[in-house]
T-cell receptor, first 112, second 110 residues
Framework: NAGVTQTPKFQVLKTGQSMTLQCAQDMNHNSMYWYRQDPGMGLRLIYYSASEGTTDKGEVPNGYNVSRLNKREFSLRLESAAPSQTSVYFC???????????FGPGTRLTVT | GENVEQHPSTLSVQEGDSAVIKCTYSDSASNYFPWYKQELGKRPQLIIDIRSNVGEKKDQRIAVTLNKTAKHFSLHITETQPEDSAVYFCAANNFNKFYFGSGTKLNVKP
């Protein structure tokens, strides 16, 4: 039981490049989330998916797209990376919305 | 959307003392309030949570209180130890979305 996994762990992009961050969970959770964490700040919700086939915007969705490929996988895509997207990205999943949220190990992204 | 404010941003206590971190939220529809501990370079980990139909919850040295009328909730850590040093985040769940406070860096001095 691996929990929530994320790839890659680290990534450096040049401005304008694109990339996809991958997230998978093996706990049969319904809801999945993508957050970003900037230095000295809390987590801010980018997008979430309440169930397979559905996605919804969070607090800071601009510049990102997501895909809930199946119940296990939820990917985050940056189409044209900007320096303002330099951050640590966390994926999380939850079985029910008043239950424990499990986080992945994070992806540290730097955009130069 | 929901707005969660957290205070203080830093807190320094002597080992054995108590620590209290406070959060307020803006939307009375929020119904679930978790607290997370995050060590440097690690992922957030749930330490305690409380649902809106409960006023207080305790787990060993950690307790959380919720005042729905005033829309605030607090984390209490008693008998602090050096390993309690970390950043603590509160959060509120509002219609399936989680909103986080900005964090409190707790330093427990031996």
């Amino acid at each position: 039981n691996a929990g929530v996994t994320q790839t890659p762990k680290f990534q450096v992009l040049k401005t304008g490049q694109s990339m996809t961050l991958q997230c998978a969970q093996d706990m049969n959770h319904n809801s999945m989330y993508w957050y970003r964490q900037d230095p000295g700040m809390g987590l801010r919700l980018i997008y979430y998916s309440a169930s397979e086939g559905t996605t919804d915007k969070g607090e800071v969705p601009n510049g990102y797209n997501v895909s809930r490929l199946n119940k296990r996988e939820f990917s985050l895509r940056l189409e044209s990376a900007a320096p303002s997207q330099t951050s640590v990205y966390f994926c999380a999943s939850i079985f029910r919305t008043d239950g424990e949220q499990y986080f992945g190990p994070g992806t540290r992204l730097t955009v130069t | 959307g929901e707005n969660v404010e957290q205070h203080p941003s830093t807190l320094s206590v002597q080992e054995g003392d108590s620590a209290v971190i406070k959060c307020t939220y803006s939307d009375s529809a929020s119904n679930y309030f978790p607290w997370y501990k995050q060590e440097l370079g690690k992922r957030p980990q749930l330490i305690i949570d409380i649902r809106s139909n409960v006023g207080e919850k305790k787990d060993q040295r950690i307790a959380v209180t919720l005042n729905k009328t005033a829309k605030h909730f607090s984390l209490h850590i008693t008998e602090t130890q050096p390993e309690d040093s970390a950043v603590y985040f509160c959060a509120a769940n509002n219609f399936n979305k989680f909103y986080f406070g900005s964090g409190t860096k707790l330093n427990v001095k031996p």
